[in-house]
């Protein structure tokens, strides 16, 4: 049986990026970019106006106060979009707005509050530095440099750099299609009373926002019985579909758990089987060509940690990202957590964090069984006790995953 540093270490050797695409920048957001990103054109194209104003000369308006106003001749108006008729000569302003084109002669805008427009006349009652209020052409990005470079992640900011550089389509990796696929005779909407001896469906929901949030596209398939010839179905169909196939439940040594028997005569090749954790152990991994199989189990927590673990690393070097994993920090755990019979495996313990007098605390959530779903709702994080290390006492340290913040490397 692998332990988890062997597990992810695998199925990261299986999987690369996808195959970059171009496609238009609104539906990049979020992705990486495949190429560098070159701004055509100077940003912004030409000097302008960084306030509403007049365009003048420095040179006229040395002496200007409130007590002594220069006096200056309005030429014209130059609304954002516009250009001057004519050059700003000494004696002479052209009144100008944010954005519009700064004039031929000008090289200051008086910004209209400290001005007094009397008739076709300014009077100015500041003494401005050369170029005051005035963009220059190219202060943002130069025309034909580099203004992104290759594995940069589109945020919001990158996208608006993109716009402006003249890129309306972007090349990236794409988002990852991610087939969830849940398995239990069981099981019963969300929105049903079970009837004895069933469950509410729970993972396909958890699962669904694990990946949405990792910027796939998911795509969720109808919840299959515990068959033979439903779990084929279902997963002949997913792997038409997606670039990874996650099936949940089903694969343990029950008699009713086919996803490992069906994937065997689908020629899918196993990777592992069986991972050293709690929670988590059935987990599996197989490859089929160029698509990626987890098997998660069933438990809903199970199922969410092994997702946290595993797919979202995987996911996010399939879709291009080189920062892999939450940020870690050392806590103080303040229970004693006794691993008991399952020492020997690595433990995912869900827990609170609080910082207190600048040093962080962490608090298991209550019972940590692989069924209660709650641990997983009231945590900040996940402490990872070593699979070596059968007992941590309370005002020891652990290392734990900040899994609401994002990846730091
Ligand atoms: P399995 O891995 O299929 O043997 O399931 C292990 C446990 O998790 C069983 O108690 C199942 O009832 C439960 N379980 C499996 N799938 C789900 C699901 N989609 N939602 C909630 N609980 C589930
Ligand atoms: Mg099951």
């Not at 001749?73 to 250009?83: K, W």
């Not at 589109?154 to 090349?171: D, F, K, N, Q």
Request: a negative charge.
């Amino acid at each position: 049986m692998l332990n988890i540093e062997e597990a992810l270490q695998a199925i990261l050797d299986h999987a690369t990026p996808l195959i970059p695409i171009t496609m238009p920048l609104d539906k990049a957001a979020g992705l990486v970019l495949a190429e560098d990103v070159i701004a055509h054109g100077n940003v912004p194209p030409f000097a302008n106006s960084a306030m509403d104003g007049f365009a003048v000369l420095a040179a006229d308006i040395q002496q200007a106060s409130e007590a002594a106003p220069v006096r200056l001749r309005i030429l014209e108006d130059v609304p954002a979009g516009s250009i001057a008729t004519q050059p700003v000569r000494p004696g002479t302003a052209i009144r100008i707005m944010t954005g519009a084109p700064l004039p031929d002669g000008a090289d200051t805008v008086v910004h209209v509050e400290v001005t007094r427009a009397e008739g076709d006349d300014v009077l100015i009652l500041l003494a401005l530095k050369n170029g005051t209020n005035v963009r220059s052409a190219g202060e943002d990005m130069m025309d034909g440099t580099v203004v992104l470079t290759a594995g940069t992640v589109l945020r919001p900011g990158e996208v608006g750099v993109c716009a402006a550089a003249g890129h309306a389509t972007v090349t990236v990796h794409p988002r990852a299609r991610v087939a969830i696929l849940t398995t239990g005779s069981e099981l019963v909407d969300a929105a049903e009373v079970p009837e004895p001896g069933q469950i509410r469906d729970a993972n396909a929901h958890s699962l669904r926002a694990q990946v949405a949030a990792m910027g796939t596209e998911p795509v969720v398939f109808a919840r299959v019985p515990d068959t033979h010839a439903a779990v084929r179905s279902v997963l002949q169909q997913a792997l038409i579909q997606a670039d990874i196939v996650l099936t949940n439940g089903g694969i343990s040594v029950g008699d009713y758990d086919f996803v490992k028997e069906v994937l065997q005569e689908m020629g899918a090749g196993l990777i592992f089987w069986r991972v050293k954790q709690k929670p988590g152990k059935p987990m599996a991994f197989w490859t089929l060509g160029s698509k990626r199989i987890v098997g998660l189990p069933g438990n809903p927590v199970s199922c969410m940690v092994c997702t946290e673990e595993y797919v979202r690393p995987l996911v996010r070097h399939m879709m291009g990202h080189t920062l892999l994993y939450r940020p870690v920090r050392t806590a103080v755990l303040d229970e004693q957590y006794a691993k008991g019979s399952d020492a020997g495996r690595t433990h995912f313990v869900r827990v609170r964090l609080q910082e207190r007098d600048g040093v962080l605390h962490a608090t298991p959530t209550g019972p940590q069984g692989s069924g209660i779903l709650t641990s997983m709702a009231l945590a900040a994080g996940i402490a990872v006790i070593a699979e070596d290390t059968p007992l941590v006492e309370a005002g020891q340290t652990v290392h734990v995953q900040l899994t609401d913040l994002p990846e730091d490397h």
